[in-house]
């Protein structure tokens, strides 16, 4: 499996991620805590919470300009109408590692929390704060290894599966932003930056919020070999599907069971402008999301594949097999 950077993580740089859980032990405070969404005129409690409500109030003032340059462009995607709340009585300041190696959150809002897909679209996660609380509870039981700096040197046998940013916003009115890459083989790996403080870098391994953050971007298993037996075959053209005939659908099959090969640790920016849809004898419908350049990338499931070269046939038609699906959708 795999992620595709976006030409504006470049500007922001790390993409995104979700937020991690306030918890001092194994016993946090926030998973004793139901996660709820509130405005912030039903605030209730202390002064620090009314502090807190004041600030905050003040950086949505912000979103209309002045945010910092490491979020420059992600707020175009959408926030949340109404704010996710993560109490914390005890920090209202920073994001931090504490000395049993667990993440904390300062008492903050969630103002957005963005999905880079696999076949490089950003969008909105629309999860639940149950389902939030459900991400936050995995991740408060990583015992994390700080990091020296970003890691770039990933797992040469696993794919990148999934990739989010986390925005907020914490009870002093600054920014935070939490990048999270998760892999198949369980690593995940966290980029945390936040206004006036020094970025934290860590990294753990965690099958079980791996099937979390994998339920997150509904992303599934495909055995591609089932796309031997397929009923219909369309492409998405001028904004609908439409039904290909039975040669390209033959074709089809072939490329898929002879000239295709898994895509390792896939990390690339192909414009996927291309989908297709598969309609099995069984009724399993399997979806295909294929770019529209020569990389000749193909994003299936939970899985990237490339389709071969043919470097028998001379140069010329190396791109043999990607140039007959890209065919699929020139307009007649």
Request: charged share 30%.
């Amino acid at each position: 499996m795999k992620v595709q950077k976006k030409a504006f993580v470049l500007a922001a740089f790390f993409s995104l991620s979700l937020f991690l859980c306030a918890c001092k032990g194994d016993d946090s405070s926030f998973l004793q805590e139901e996660l709820k969404t509130v405005s912030p005129e039903n605030e209730e409690g202390e002064s620090e919470q009314e502090d807190f409500t004041e600030k905050e109030e003040d950086s949505q003032k912000q979103l209309e300009g002045g945010i910092p340059e490491f979020l420059e462009n992600c707020f175009e995607f959408g926030t949340y109408s109404e704010k996710i709340r993560i109490p914390n009585a005890d920090n209202m300041e920073f994001v931090l590692i504490n000395e049993e190696n667990r993440i904390e959150l300062p008492e903050c809002n969630v103002l957005s929390i963005l999905l880079y897909t696999l076949y490089n679209e950003t969008v909105l996660y629309e999860g639940s704060p149950e389902e939030i609380k459900d991400f936050f509870g995995e991740i408060s039981k990583l015992e994390l290894q700080k990091e020296e700096e970003h890691t770039d040197t990933l797992p040469l046998d696993a794919d990148c599966v999934f990739e989010a940013y986390s925005i907020m916003v914490n009870g002093h009115g600054n920014y935070i932003g939490i990048n999270i890459r998760s892999f198949s083989d369980g690593m995940h790996y966290f980029d945390i930056q936040q206004e006036n403080q020094e970025e934290i870098y860590a990294s753990a391994k965690s099958e079980s919020l791996l099937e979390v953050v994998k339920g997150m971007a509904e992303l599934k298993t495909v055995d591609i070999s089932k796309l031997e037996n397929i009923k219909k075959l369309e492409a998405f053209i001028d904004g609908s599907w439409q039904p290909l005939d039975e040669e390209k659908k033959e074709l089809f099959q072939i490329i898929m069971k002879e000239k295709v090969k898994k895509a390792k640790n896939y990390f690339g920016g192909c414009p996927f402008d291309y989908r297709l849809k598969a309609t099995l004898h069984d009724g399993e419908i399997v979806e295909a999301y294929y770019a529209s350049d020569s990389c000749g990338t193909l994003v299936i499931g939970d899985s990237t594949y490339e389709v071969d070269l043919a470097p028998e046939e001379g140069e010329e038609k190396q791109f043999k097999y990607r140039e007959q699906l890209s065919s699929f959708f020139n307009k007649h």
